[in-house]
Nanobody
Framework: VQLIQSGGGRVLPGGSLTLSCAAV????????IAWYRQTPGQEREWIAG???????YYGDSAKGRFTISRDAAKNTVYLQMNNVKPEDTAVYFC???????WGQGTQVTVSS
């Protein structure tokens, strides 16, 4: 199983960004997928998740600003980030819950 991330980069405060997590060797719609983020010296913070039944879950830092979604045809889960803030700066990871399968991580930097 591989989770391959794309997206990320530098964005202005208040801007938007979409992260992608494409799965290899699994049908992503059959599994839950979670998004985490991590800043230096801190533990990974759970942000959002999507269940195999498409139920959506959000942590407090994501509610109202981030949207998790899934495209079965592309075998990909997305994290749409809107109205980003400097405190959203972190390395973002997708994960297959209950496993050691993580995406490679992608840096998001929110800065003017």
């Amino acid at each position: 199983v591989q989770l391959i991330q794309s997206g990320g980069g530098r964005v202005l405060p208040g801007g938007s960004l979409t992260l992608s997590c494409a799965a290899v060797s699994i049908t992503i719609s059959h599994f839950p997928i979670a998004w985490y983020r991590q800043t230096p010296g801190q533990e990974r913070e759970w942000i959002a998740g999507i269940g195999s039944d498409a139920t959506l879950y959000y942590g407090d830092s994501a509610k109202g600003r981030f949207t998790i979604s899934r495209d079965a045809a592309k075998n990909t889960v997305y994290l749409q980030m809107n109205n980003v803030k400097p405190e959203d700066t972190a390395v973002y990871f997708c994960n297959l819950p209950g496993s050691q399968h993580w995406g490679q991580g992608t840096q998001v930097t929110v800065s003017s």
